[in-house]
């Protein structure tokens, strides 16, 4: 994928993305496309934002911060990379979604974050429905017991769940990993009487079988910025 062509590439996915929701019997809004613009330059977010792209993902909370004091302000930002505590700050005075919280620690430190700077932090868990130990996220059998202490966090709301699947794997891990995601919603959804509206799956690669199985929030980088260089690629 070449990266001089990001509107192109941008109204390809867009399109593939309705089309395939449709195809699944979905709305095709029902599905909104995150640009992950980690590593990406400031040119090439605008000239995506110019395109009318108006959301986009990060993984750094520094490079996150720094990228929304200097683009425009109607950008909706998402924390969508691993947060360390100490970071915490940061990410809560400049995201509009976390996607990647991983352990009640976390969640107290946002809430007191968010405390402190006024704000009721939107969130997602991030669940590991695969159980591969590389990865971050909480264990299944844990995030009904962390979701039951939300309640008791005012400046959390928690929108939904998100997920990775695991590097390489295959078209019917993708289904069984996105599948589960969806079905530990509706049961947390069901049990708890919390609505989770957000589901948050599938990258360039595998977007299409996380839509299928019932993404509202993809994560797109390569295929609309083409492939990135460096070590913050993941
Ligand atoms: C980098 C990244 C993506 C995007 O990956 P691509 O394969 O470039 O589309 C999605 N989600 C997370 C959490 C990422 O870190």
């Not at 941008?10 to 395939?20: E, F, N, P």
């Not at 971050?136 to 990775?164: Q, Y």
């Not at 299928?212 to 994560?219: N, P, Q, S």
């Amino acid at each position: 994928m070449s990266t001089d062509c990001i509107s192109s590439n941008l109204s390809h996915i867009l399109k593939s993305v309705r089309d395939q929701a449709e195809s699944v019997n979905r709305h095709a809004d029902s599905v909104r496309v995150i640009a992950v613009s980690k590593t990406v330059g400031a040119d090439k977010i605008m000239e995506a934002f110019d395109c009318g792209q108006a959301v986009f993902g990060e993984n750094r909370p520094q490079e996150l911060y720094e990228k929304s004091q200097s683009l425009p302000a109607s950008i909706e930002w998402h924390m969508i990379g691993h947060l360390q505590s100490n970071k915490v700050r940061k990410a809560v005075g400049s995201s509009d979604l976390i996607h990647s919280i991983d352990s009640v620690k976390l969640l107290n430190r946002i809430n007191d974050a968010g405390r402190e700077l006024q704000k009721v932090q939107c969130v997602l868990l991030q669940v590991n429905v695969s159980g591969e130990e590389s990865k971050f996220g909480i264990p299944v059998e844990d995030v009904e017991r962390i979701a039951s202490n939300l309640g008791d966090l005012p400046n959390i709301r928690c929108r939904g769940l998100m997920t990775m699947a695991p590097y390489g794997a295959s078209e019917d891990e993708l289904h069984r990993v996105f599948s589960g995601l969806r079905e530990l919603r509706d049961r947390i959804q069901e049990t708890m009487d919390l609505p989770l509206p957000e589901l948050s799956m599938g990258m360039s690669s595998d977007y299409r079988i996380a839509i299928a199985e019932g993404a509202t929030l993809v994560r797109i980088g390569t295929a609309i910025f083409g492939t990135r260089k460096g070590t913050n690629g993941v």
